[in-house]
């Protein structure tokens, strides 16, 4: 027996957050349905050792063959999620939720000639729409009584229906007002269908806009002393009032709307799409596609929005979006008719809720909800791609493409990536990524920084000469006059990520070395190591830019002797690749693994060089504050937490400054006499 199941995904796949999760068999039937405070911490139980399982729980994660999960805010919101699959899917191994008797429906047959309201456990009957499920059959039962008082349609049964049919007399409800009597033709069946649509579409999204209504037509019969109409209207607005407030099943406000998040980059898109109705999450749509033309992310959300809807599927009143298009207006109309066309009860008859409207959504719950989708769209997007990067067909056609495609003999088994990044010119730092076999080593990524610079392509030429330097014919243990790492670290060295910081005489960046006289030999074998594994040449080496860039690259290259390295430019704005000598760049298919893979490495050397920037950045302006006396690390931070950002705290004033907790005005001149200096 195996240790584990083979569709276990890696721990780093796995997101920290909250979150609900679902196994699936081979059919994409849902086995077991689960929420998590932590969902790595939860679903690393699943995926121990098979021996040391559960009987039930081995029996369970051995018939899946997937697992997936969904992030949600809250613990909160992981139960609502959790609660609501239970009941949609009726997973096997969720035992505890198997009796369906516990949890009754409301439903309405709007598929009948006469619709009539009920109370089941049945959802497969055919055009009913169904709300719930409520804990206890009283509870829907009384919902129902009120709803009857404002919205008299049918409850009979059908032999009730017929026998007063034949007999043309009403039964109890509608002599007592509680149905408007079909039955003996006191309204029409259209009339008495409309009623029940109103039923409908009040339940649905709990719509104020019939308390209005009988609001003002209980004034307008007290207006005209009718006052046993008031009465009745009073009546009606109450019973309303009292169900709205008892349906309020699970979310404290009431939303009926699609809430998309959409993560996307040049070559894919992640999209998420909650599907919220009576104010409660009732489904989950995901889906990845890669795209085959860079559009902007309003364009994306139009073809997003035709994809989601194309189908049977009617779209609710509300569509929350992380950015409108350009075209909102005609998509919104186009929404409506297929909101119309799908028989919303509501839009058929053309009333004003029936109309779709696109919002991005500012503040309050359903922002707050808005981010938890987008939340998921970019967790699908890193899972998509570390699963694609991680395939090994998928790398090994990608490997071949690129060599292929650059023209090298043999494939690029190790590719070395080259960013640089600066604060307009100042502070200027650049970084190494180091892919093998299609992976990231993170082991092996430096970081550079560069005291003195014209512009990007002296910072590229700068660099590369420091990197080549270790692969030059003869080159010896230290590489004097050019910067490079000599086993003790200074402002030109190349230095290991805090990833990489457990070797012996590794410093982490903002870390002193070892203050020991005893550590020399140690130091100078770990600097030796750190060496033994910068010399390892790569096969192709990439700067991110374009044929000024590459350029200067070359000339490194050519200035260091080293040879049997191919070069190459990846230029972001349409993702071209420019190499050394080339009036033309080397066009590759836009979904191609080959752009995928190159694209992936390159923007991980952008965001290597980003972080180290930013990290030197907030180091310099810490160490210049700390300088000042009387100023220590709790009032540093409290300064900056004050003012948000370095940039502004030196636009500051001396008052301005004194402002700050702790800050007195003395210190405060020092602070802004300081900082001007700079």
């Given at each position: 027996m195996a240790d584990t199941v083979s569709y276990r995904p890696k721990a780093g796949e796995i997101p920290t957050q909250p979150g609900v999760y679902r196994f699936r068999d081979a059919h994409r039937r849902v086995l077991y349905v689960g929420k998590a405070k932590n969902l790595r911490a939860r679903l690393s139980n699943y995926f121990a050792p098979l021996h040391n399982l559960h009987d039930r729980t081995r029996k369970m994660v051995t018939t899946a063959a997937s697992v997936e999960w969904t992030v949600v805010a809250t613990e909160f919101e992981a139960l609502q999620l959790e609660y609501t699959w239970i009941k949609e899917f009726n997973p096997p191994f969720n035992v505890q939720f198997r009796d369906d008797k516990t949890y009754p429906y409301l439903s309405v047959t709007l598929g009948e000639e006469v619709p009539r309201v009920t109370v089941t456990r049945n959802r497969n009957v055919k055009d009913a729409r169904y709300f719930g499920p409520y804990t206890k059959v009283w509870a829907i039962r009384d919902t129902v009584d009120l709803m009857l008082k404002a919205f008299p349609m049918r409850s009979c049964s059908d032999g009730v229906y017929r026998r007063a049919e034949l007999t043309g007399r009403p039964c109890l409800l509608g002599d007592i007002g509680k149905c408007a009597a079909p039955c003996v033709g006191r309204v029409t069946k259209d009339e008495h269908r409309a009623i029940a649509e109103d039923f409908v579409s009040f339940m649905a999204g709990n719509d104020s806009r019939y308390i209005r209504a009988l609001t003002e037509k209980m004034k307008a019969a007290a207006g005209t002393q009718d006052y046993e109409s008031a009465a009745r209207h009073r009546d009606a607005i109450q019973a309303l009032e009292a169900a709205m407030s008892k349906s309020a099943i699970v979310l404290p406000e009431n939303v009926d709307a699609d809430i998309f998040g959409i993560a996307h980059d040049e070559l894919a898109a992640a999209v998420q799409q909650f599907i919220v109705r009576g104010g409660r999450i009732r489904g989950v749509r995901s889906w990845v596609v890669d795209k085959e033309l860079d559009v902007d992310l309003g364009e994306l959300v139009e073809i997003v929005l035709q994809n989601a809807y194309e189908g049977d599927s009617a779209p609710p009143r509300e569509i929350l979006l992380p950015e409108l298009p350009e075209d909102a207006a005609e998509l919104e109309l186009w929404l409506t008719a297929r909101r119309q066309e799908n028989g919303d009860p509501a839009a058929s008859r053309g009333a004003l809720t029936g109309r779709v409207g696109l919002r991005v959504?500012?503040?309050?719950?359903?922002?707050?909800?808005?981010?938890?989708?987008?939340?998921?769209?970019?967790?699908?997007?890193?899972?998509?791609?570390?699963?694609?990067?991680?395939?090994?067909?998928?790398?090994?056609?990608?490997?071949?493409?690129?060599?292929?495609?650059?023209?090298?003999?043999?494939?690029?088994?190790?590719?070395?990536?080259?960013?640089?990044?600066?604060?307009?010119?100042?502070?200027?730092?650049?970084?190494?990524?180091?892919?093998?076999?299609?992976?990231?080593?993170?082991?092996?990524?430096?970081?550079?920084?560069?005291?003195?610079?014209?512009?990007?392509?002296?910072?590229?030429?700068?660099?590369?000469?420091?990197?080549?330097?270790?692969?030059?014919?003869?080159?010896?243990?230290?590489?004097?006059?050019?910067?490079?790492?000599?086993?003790?670290?200074?402002?030109?060295?190349?230095?290991?990520?805090?990833?990489?910081?457990?070797?012996?005489?590794?410093?982490?960046?903002?870390?002193?070395?070892?203050?020991?006289?005893?550590?020399?030999?140690?130091?100078?074998?770990?600097?030796?190591?750190?060496?033994?594994?910068?010399?390892?040449?790569?096969?192709?080496?990439?700067?991110?830019?374009?044929?000024?860039?590459?350029?200067?690259?070359?000339?490194?290259?050519?200035?260091?002797?080293?040879?049997?390295?191919?070069?190459?430019?990846?230029?972001?704005?349409?993702?071209?690749?420019?190499?050394?000598?080339?009036?033309?760049?080397?066009?590759?298919?836009?979904?191609?693994?080959?752009?995928?893979?190159?694209?992936?490495?390159?923007?991980?050397?952008?965001?290597?060089?980003?972080?180290?920037?930013?990290s030197r950045r907030k180091r310099d302006i810490t160490s210049v504050l700390g300088e000042i006396p009387g100023l220590g690390p709790s009032r540093v931070k409290e300064l900056l937490k004050h003012f948000g950002s370095v940039a502004q705290l030196k636009k500051a004033t001396p008052d301005e400054i004194a402002g700050v907790k702790g800050i007195g005005p003395s210190l405060a001149g020092a602070i802004h006499d300081r900082l001007g200096s700079r």
């Open positions: 959504a500012q503040r309050g719950d359903k922002a707050a909800l808005a981010q938890t989708v987008e939340m998921n769209a970019k967790n699908a997007l890193v899972l998509y791609k570390t699963r694609r990067s991680s395939d090994f067909v998928a790398r090994s056609k990608a490997l071949g493409d690129i060599r292929n495609a650059l023209g090298m003999d043999e494939a690029p088994l190790r590719m070395e990536c080259y960013d640089v990044s600066h604060l307009s010119g100042t502070n200027i730092v650049a970084s190494m990524v180091v892919f093998e076999d299609g992976l990231p080593r993170k082991d092996q990524y430096r970081r550079f920084s560069i005291p003195e610079s014209t512009d990007d392509t002296e910072s590229i030429y700068q660099v590369i000469t420091r990197r080549l330097a270790y692969l030059r014919p003869g080159a010896s243990d230290s590489t004097e006059g050019d910067g490079t790492l000599d086993g003790t670290p200074s402002d030109g060295d190349v230095v290991i990520d805090e990833l990489d910081a457990n070797a012996l005489g590794d410093t982490a960046p903002g870390e002193e070395p070892p203050a020991s006289d005893t550590l020399d030999d140690e130091l100078a074998a770990a600097a030796e190591k750190r060496r033994a594994r910068f010399s390892y040449p790569p096969n192709l080496l990439i700067v991110d830019g374009g044929q000024p860039q590459v350029a200067a690259a070359a000339r490194a290259l050519d200035e260091s002797g080293v040879q049997g390295i191919q070069l190459a430019g990846i230029a972001k704005r349409l993702e071209e690749i420019w190499l050394p000598d080339s009036d033309f760049p080397v066009i590759l298919p836009r979904n191609s693994d080959a752009l995928f893979l190159i694209q992936r490495i390159r923007d991980e050397a952008h965001r290597f060089a980003i972080t180290y920037q930013r």
